[in-house]
């Protein structure tokens, strides 16, 4: 058989992120890497043929050897802890349902920008725009923006533009 050639929109790396795409593709990966070290194969050497960290197959034949296959599934990730407690979080809800100025703020609508700022002045804590855009989500917030008002238009030429719908 041929040596397989991987060209254009398949690559290598493509295919390493579509095993990556599932909760059931990650599993069979890690199936394969404990299998070929069963194999008689060394981590660093099934971490280099599956295209991952030697580390990582080490914890895998560990976890296996611990609980079997139930130690190959996907755990719970932790994550980063919040840096806004419970209670900062509540506050910010409620803050965010009234207009910025009532909290102190120089502007007519809450955005990232503004909330990071005003997050920042009362608990010192620095939140980036993105992360401040992710909690407008989480409290089922949509952007709203307001619509320009064009300085110096004359009302009566507006009007006299103004479409209007024709009577039959």
């Known amino acids: 058989m041929r040596p397989l050639i991987i060209s254009g929109a398949t690559s290598v790396l493509g295919l390493q992120q579509e095993i990556q795409r599932s909760e059931e593709a990650r599993y069979d990966h890690r199936l394969h890497g404990v299998l070929l070290v069963a194999q008689g194969m060394t981590c660093p050497e099934v971490a280099r043929l599956l295209g991952d960290a030697p580390r990582s197959l080490e914890n895998w034949v560990h976890r296996f050897q611990q609980r079997g296959l139930a130690g190959l599934t996907e ?4 994550g980063r802890p919040s840096r806004l407690d419970e209670k900062q979080v ?6 965010l349902r009234a207009k910025p100025s009532d909290a102190g703020m120089r502007v007519d609508l809450w955005d990232g920008k503004t909330l990071s700022a005003w997050i920042e002045t009362t608990y010192g804590i620095q939140l980036g725009v993105r992360q401040c855009q992710r909690l407008f989500r989480q409290f089922e917030f949509r952007l709203r923006k307001p619509r320009p008002v064009l300085a110096g238009a004359d009302p009566v030429r507006q009007k006299k533009h103004k479409k209007l719908p024709r009577c039959l």
């Open 75 to 78: 755990g719970e990730r932790s």
């Open 90 to 95: 509540k506050v910010i809800n409620r803050v």
